[in-house]
């Protein structure tokens, strides 16, 4: 009876240690649950955190968009016053060098009609040796005397200027 006894020993070992392996097999499995349960928590706690943050930035980028639009209509608003500004300024410059042109055109013809009076009246002196009256003479004198003084008296003016420097520093003017 020894071996039956051993095996029935035996046996109640077995399905005591299989009893045994179920539960700890099932308390694994519990803790794992429990920790597949706690990773999954954690997951939807920072999915929900990562989502409030998204929205977050989200607005702050639209709130970002529009100013930075803002201020780019702002700027380009800037240009298109100062282009028109340009243009404007543009627009006088023509109109102030056009007068100029118009004036120096004007001067040029009267010049040349005076040019052409003083070079007939040059060729007439040299093929007749007179002026055809002295009244005319004296007229045209009288018209060119007041810038041919202006001439002549320059240079006094500056050479007494330059003696008068030259004066006033006796111990010499390097030139």
Not at 47 to 53: D, G, H, K, S
Not at 122 to 137: L, S
Request: proline share 1%; net charge negative.
């Amino acid at each position: 009876m020894g071996l039956a006894s051993d095996m029935k020993n035996l046996t109640e070992e077995l399905i005591s240690s299989f009893k045994q392996r179920i539960t700890e097999n099932e308390a694994l499995v519990n803790d794992v649950q429990k920790t597949l349960n706690g990773f999954r928590k954690d997951h939807q706690e920072m999915t929900a955190i990562l989502n409030a943050n998204a929205a977050a930035l989200r607005k702050d980028l639209a709130n970002g968009e529009t100013e930075r639009l803002s201020d780019y209509n702002g700027i380009i608003k800037g240009i298109h016053v100062s282009i028109k500004g340009i243009r404007s300024e543009v627009n006088n410059i023509k109109k102030y060098t056009g007068g100029m042109l118009d004036d120096l055109l004007q001067n040029r013809v009267e010049a040349s009609a005076e040019w052409k009076k003083m070079q007939d009246t040059m060729d007439q002196i040299r093929k007749t040796g007179i002026v055809t009256t002295v009244e005319e003479a004296k007229k045209e004198v009288k018209k060119v005397a007041p810038a041919f003084t202006s001439f002549t008296q320059e240079p006094e003016i500056l050479e007494q200027n330059v003696l008068g420097f030259i004066d006033t520093h006796a111990e010499g003017v390097k030139i």
